[in-house]
T-cell receptor
Framework: NAGVTQTPKFQVLKTGQSMTLQCAQD?????MYWYRQDPGMGLRLIYY???????DKGEVPNGYNVSRLNKREFSLRLESAAPSQTSVYFC??????????????FGPGTRLTVL | AQSVTQLDSHVSVSEGTPVLLRCNYS??????LFWYVQHPNKGLQLLLK??????LVKGINGFEAEFKKSETSFHLTKPSAHMSDAAEYFC???????????FGTGTQLKVEL
């Protein structure tokens, strides 16, 4: 039982390049989330998927797209990377999209640098 | 709207002394509150959560937090710090019908010998 896994662990991009961050969970969770973590700002929600087949914008969605490929996998795409997207990206999952089933389980993160 | 304020960005304690990490929240509705811990270069791990049951919540590794509605606070405490407690701690609030979490800016806990 690996929990939430993310690939890659590290990535360096040049401005304008594209890439996809991968996330998978093996806990049979319905809901999945993408966050970014910047110094002094805590974690901010980029996009979430309350259930398979649905996605919604979070607090900071600009410059990103997501795909809920199936129940296990939720990917985050940067179409044209910008230096402002340099950050640590965390994927998380929870059993359901409900404040009463709210524990979110986090992956180890992807450290992205955009030059 | 919901928000959370962690009152200290850095806290330093000696091993064996008490830990107090302060958190105040703002919420239009009855909140769910959490503390997560992040060790260096790791993901976040849930320490404890409050979801309108007992106001004193016990978590892992000897941590506990008390929900005080009158003070809108949810401070994290531990009676005796251990070197392995050195990490960043996030206070988090969730309100409304969904599961959107609002994170505080974090408190870096340093434990010295």
């Amino acid at each position: 039982n690996a929990g939430v896994t993310q690939t890659p662990k590290f990535q360096v991009l040049k401005t304008g390049q594209s890439m996809t961050l991968q996330c998978a969970q093996d806990m049979n969770h319905n809901s999945m989330y993408w966050y970014r973590q910047d110094p002094g700002m805590g974690l901010r929600l980029i996009y979430y998927s309350a259930s398979e087949g649905t996605t919604d914008k979070g607090e900071v969605p600009n410059g990103y797209n997501v795909s809920r490929l199936n129940k296990r996998e939720f990917s985050l795409r940067l179409e044209s990377a910008a230096p402002s997207q340099t950050s640590v990206y965390f994927c998380a999952s929870s059993e359901a999209y409900s404040r009463y089933l709210v524990e979110q389980f986090f992956g180890p993160g992807t450290r992205l640098t955009v030059l | 709207a919901q928000s959370v304020t962690q009152l200290d960005s850095h806290v330093s304690v000696s091993e064996g002394t008490p830990v107090l990490l302060r958190c105040n929240y703002s919420s239009s509705y009855s909140p769910s509150l959490f503390w997560y811990v992040q060790h260096p270069n790791k993901g976040l791990q849930l320490l404890l959560k409050y979801t309108s049951a007992a106001t004193l919540v016990k978590g892992i590794n000897g941590f506990e937090a008390e929900f005080k509605k009158s003070e809108t606070s949810f401070h994290l405490t531990k009676p005796s710090a251990h070197m392995s407690d050195a990490a960043e701690y996030f206070c988090v609030v969730s309100t409304g019908g969904g599961n959107k979490l609002t994170f505080g800016t974090g408190t870096q806990l340093k434990v010295e010998l």
